[in-house]
């Protein structure tokens, strides 16, 4: 399974992206899907996902303006980021999950500036 991560860039304080991550197969039957980031110095952190049995959920400090979604004919999901400010400021990285196994797109450098 290929993940491949796009939509990254420079953006100022209150500024949108939108984040794609298009795989090489269908997403449908992945059990969870979704992103994470990774600022300069701290660990890897959810940022939003879908499971089939839970829905989607987003980490607490981004409900309002981050919003996930998919779509499954592109076999591809999407984070829309909006509002953003300089501590959204973060490589994030797609994933998925089946069964007992993780796959993970490359990464995509978000970059906020105040």
């Known amino acids: 399974v290929q993940l491949q991560a796009s939509g990254g860039g420079l953006v100022q304080a209150g500024g949108s992206l939108r984040l794609s991550c298009a795989a090489n197969?269908?997403?449908?039957?992945?059990?969870?899907v979704g992103w994470y980031r990774q600022a300069p110095g701290k660990q890897r952190e959810l940022v939003a996902d879908?499971?089939?049995?839970?829905?989607?959920k987003y980490a607490d400090s981004v409900k309002g303006r981050f919003t996930f979604s998919r779509d499954n004919a592109k076999n591809t999901m999407y984070l829309q980021l909006n509002s953003l400010e300089p501590e959204d400021t973060a490589v994030y990285y797609c994933y998925a999950r089946q069964g007992y196994l993780d796959y993970w797109g490359q990464g995509t450098q978000v970059t906020v500036s105040s």
């Open positions: 197969r269908r997403i449908l039957p992945f059990n969870v």
């Open positions: 879908f499971s089939r049995g839970a829905g989607t």
